[in-house]
């Protein structure tokens, strides 16, 4: 579990097809700290450390993984910079919302526009999550937890101010980026609950 407040961005150091795919991502983590076998969110999907050493960690990501996410979308190359979070604590501050890292797919960066100090993004998400996604509820893409502004049918708009773009790696946004959508837990349970009651 995840509240989608990034932590340290982390760099993709290795890339290795053995059945499935294994990363070695460095990154600022204390690794004395962190458990074989820990869940990390990278770039809001949840995975497991199955090697460490100072400065970096290792994981393997699994087929399934791969066709859900823009890992399978783009790709990572080596030197690719990716948002981190390591798992909530009993005890630790909730800043954002309770996010899963089970990433339910991609959706794409359509506009760009500057708004005051904040930068205004427009993303096309898939029509079978679009629903899920109302104004003023939140979503985590890319890990980081966002408020939606407005939602126009698959389109639908947030904003990032000047802080969010220099701690995670939404200062490197591009439009046309594919970007991991994780859509409010809370927001697909009262959908299918509207869904029950209507049937």
């Known amino acids: 579990m995840f509240t989608g407040i990034i932590s340290d961005i982390g760099t993709v150091l290795a ?3 053995r059945g499935d795919m294994r990363a070695r991502i460095g990154c600022g983590y ?3 700290t962190v458990d074989m076998g820990a869940s990390i969110a990278c770039d809001g999907v949840c995975l497991t450390v199955v090697d460490k050493a100072p400065g970096w960690f290792a994981v393997d990501i699994s087929a399934e993984t791969l066709s859900k996410t823009n890992i399978g979308a783009d790709g990572w190359a080596v030197g690719r910079r990716l948002n981190l979070e390591r798992a909530l604590r009993v005890g630790d501050e909730l ?8 990433v339910d797919g991609v959706a794409q960066v359509v506009d760009m526009q500057d708004e005051g100090d904040s930068l205004r993004l427009t993303f096309e998400a898939p029509a079978a999550l679009a629903r899920f996604i109302a104004p003023k509820g939140s979503v985590a893409l890319n890990g980081t937890s966002l408020t939606v502004n407005e939602v126009e049918g ?17 200062g490197d946004v591009a439009v046309g980026d594919q970007i991991n959508l994780e859509i409010d837990t809370l927001a697909r349970y009262v959908a299918r609950l509207a869904e029950a009651g209507g049937a």
């Open 15 to 17: 890339v290795e097809m």
């Open 30 to 32: 204390d690794m004395g």
């Open 95 to 102: 800043g954002g919302h309770i996010v899963s890292g089970h």
């Open 154 to 170: 698959n389109r639908f708009g947030i904003n990032l101010i000047p802080h969010t773009r220099q701690v995670t790696t939404w």
